[in-house]
Nanobody, 115 residues
């Protein structure tokens, strides 16, 4: 079993920054993929960014150049640095891990971008 807990969501003004954290615990293979997804009200959950254990990253086009995913392997925590936030970034942000052929999700953290 793997547990994921997100934190760092908040209310921020347009143009502001936030850093989300996702702490992972449990049985995690050295080969894994961690990613961030988000779901805005009335919309489907969408992919935001991923980081493979080998270091490869990928981002949805709408956040390229503004968001950065990283990981602290000692703390088993993945981060999402979000800069130049826009109102359309408002959503619940979820952390996901694929490890040993299984998928686990965190409960999510709310990000609201509004003046």
């Amino acid at each position: 079993q793997v547990q994921l807990v997100e934190s760092g969501g908040d209310l921020v003004q347009p143009g502001g920054s936030l850093r989300l954290s996702c702490a992972a615990s449990g049985s995690i293979s050295s080969t894994n993929v961690m990613s961030w997804h988000r779901q805005a009200p009335g919309k489907e959950r969408e992919f935001v960014a991923l980081l493979a254990s080998g270091g490869a990253t990928n981002y949805v086009d709408s956040v390229k150049g503004r968001f950065a995913i990283s990981k602290d392997n000692v703390k088993n925590t993945v981060y999402l640095q979000m800069n130049n936030l826009k109102p359309e970034d408002t959503a619940v942000y979820y952390c996901k891990i694929i490890t040993s052929g299984r998928i686990y999700w965190g409960p999510g953290t709310q990000v609201t971008v509004s003046s």
